[in-house]
């Protein structure tokens, strides 16, 4: 079965500043997206970036990018220029893209917690 | 596009009474999926369907849970009789296919006496 594992409890940052979240998975598949998504206090769950596995190049959404490293099953998220407004829990998540079933499910990681001092 | 439509936003019962919570899914999509979220357990998958079909309920702690999607525009998930111990964040999610991320709503807090 697939894991996904965030060993960052917390996390902090000054504004401005540039932070990187670490995940890391377990899966057996080639096949699959990854996902960091971010819960402010208000705990929707907002989508911020995703990855293709078959990609080799690393994506990025404005100030957030990952760096995504399939042999060794690592996709951790860089925020660049820190806001305020990204204080929030960021959970990184795996879902496999083979087709049909039980398979597609997002398995989530157990969320880092952000904090941007002012 | 309105998104992901979860009612109510929260609900407060007391202990043996039944919960229905409600979700709209996005037009269009086609899986829909009930989690829910604690501190102690994280965000943990209750059921899955696609096409209207429960695909994976794996997840569902006991026979007090079920859910329903009789139509594609239309989820509930139903606890009865309720328990202290149910009280947590249900997200419904809704995504197209096996594609990309899922799309979640904003959440019932359940809180039970």
């Known amino acids: 079965a697939q894991t996904v594992t965030q060993s960052q409890p917390e996390m902090s940052v000054q504004e401005a500043e540039t932070v990187t979240l670490s995940c890391t998975y377990d899966?057996?598949?080639?096949?699959?997206?990854l996902f960091w998504y971010k819960q402010p206090p208000s705990r929707q769950m907002i989508l911020v970036i995703r990855?293709?596995?078959?990609?080799?190049q690393n994506a990025t959404e404005n100030r957030f990018s990952v760096n995504f490293q399939k042999a060794a099953k690592s996709f951790s998220l860089k925020i660049s220029d820190s806001q305020l407004g990204d204080a929030a829990m960021y959970f990184c998540a795996y879902r496999s893209q083979r087709y049909g079933g039980a398979t597609n499910k997002l398995i989530f990681g157990t969320g880092t917690l952000l904090a941007v001092q002012p | 596009d309105a998104g992901v439509i979860q009612s109510p936003r929260h609900e407060v019962t007391e202990m043996g009474q039944e919960v229905t919570l409600r979700c709209k899914p996005i037009?269009?999509?086609?899986?829909l999926f009930w989690y829910r979220q604690t501190m102690m357990r994280g965000l943990e998958l209750l059921i899955y369907f696609n096409n209207n079909v429960p695909i994976d309920d794996s997840g569902m702690p006991e026979d007090r849970f079920s859910a329903k999607m009789p139509n594609a525009s239309f989820s509930t998930l139903k606890i009865q009789p309720s328990e202290p111990r149910d009280s947590a964040v249900y997200f419904c999610a809704s995504s197209l296919a096996r594609l990309g991320g899922l799309h979640f709503g904003n959440g019932t807090r359940l809180t039970v006496t």
């Open positions: 990855q293709e596995a078959y990609k080799q």
């Open positions: 899966t057996s598949e080639s096949d699959y997206y």
């Open positions: 037009s269009g999509h086609n899986s």
